[in-house]
């Protein structure tokens, strides 16, 4: 099933191990932060392992290219990018979620934006509700809590450094155009350290 088990995949690969011996590496120096906020993911597979549909869920506090909510959606149909401001909601498209693990070997189209407010509740100890543009997401029951950072994250072939903290989700579910989308999530990893394609990521920062 390619990178579902766990957050963005790079999570799901990460250790105790290796994520300590990130936080040793020393802070590279010209990098500085270029988004500050959380960005749930959700993804969608059929009983073949195929994927059926990634939704990337964004509540930028601040960033480069400007505040605000929105939705990356992949489906094999195309790309949907929902936002306010366009020229936030397309960077977070091209800039992020074409290049996450999650999306690996999929074919990546240019994304068609569809100008809506997109409305996140976010709650480490209960899940997440994210509407707007058609696109409705819920996840629940979290499994877990905990931090992670690296300073080696790839994005188009560059090194980036990301910080968050990681809540995999045992339920979840997408509408779009107000029908369910097909597939389940996938959970596996351990009692201890659980790990699903249902997940929230916040308090996250990128640095470049």
Known sequence: MGTALGAMGFLAAATPAAAA??????DPAPRKPIL???????QLFDGAGS?????????VEWSTH????????????????????????????????RHFPELDGLP?????????AV???????????AWGGGIDVSMAEVLDRRAFATD??????VDHSLSLVFGPCGRARARVDGRVQPGGISRG???????????????????A
């Open 21 to 26: 011996a990130d936080a040793l590496v020393d």
């Open 36 to 42: 500050v906020g959380a960005n749930p993911g959700l």
């Open 51 to 59: 994927c059926t549909a990634y939704v990337s869920t964004w509540q």
């Open 66 to 97: 400007g505040a605000g909510n929105a939705f990356v959606l992949w489906r094999p149909d195309g790309v949907r990018a929902v936002g306010e401001d366009p020229h936030l909601t397309l960077w977070l498209a091209e800039h992020f979620v």
């Open 108 to 116: 990546w189209s240019a994304p068609r934006f569809h100008r809506s």
């Open 119 to 129: 409305q996140v509740r976010l709650d480490l100890a209960s899940g997440l509700r």
């Open 152 to 157: 080696r994250f790839p994005l188009a072939g």
């Open 189 to 207: 990893g351990t009692p201890n350290r659980p790990s699903s394609s249902a997940f929230l990521a916040a308090a996250e920062v990128w640095r």
